[in-house]
């Protein structure tokens, strides 16, 4: 028995960010976090940076990025 993960569509897939949308560029069934490395699955991404093209597994993931990126944002109050 296969998981999502294996078989033709077992692969990690190549993506274009857009805004409020993704372009998958070479086909796959996954992505991984840009912060985290966990697996996400396409059907499931909704997190993501146009400006850097890279997705996130969840919210938390993509502020950490952020903060990661400007660590001004830290010292706002």
């Known amino acids: 028995m296969m998981n999502r993960f294996e078989g033709?569509?077992?692969k990690e897939?190549?993506?274009r960010y857009l805004d409020g949308d993704f372009q998958v560029?070479?086909?796959g069934a996954?992505?991984?976090?840009a912060v985290t490395?966990?697996?996400i699955p396409l059907d499931e991404l909704k997190y993501w940076s146009v400006a850097r093209q890279e997705p996130y597994v969840n919210a938390t993931a993509s502020l950490r990025r952020e903060i990661?990126?400007?660590p001004e944002l830290r010292s706002r109050k």
């Open 68 to 70: 990661e990126m400007h």
């Open 8 to 10: 033709p569509g077992g």
């Open 37 to 39: 490395g966990e697996s």
């Open 25 to 27: 560029t070479s086909p």
């Open 13 to 15: 897939a190549r993506i």
């Open 30 to 33: 996954f992505v991984r976090c």
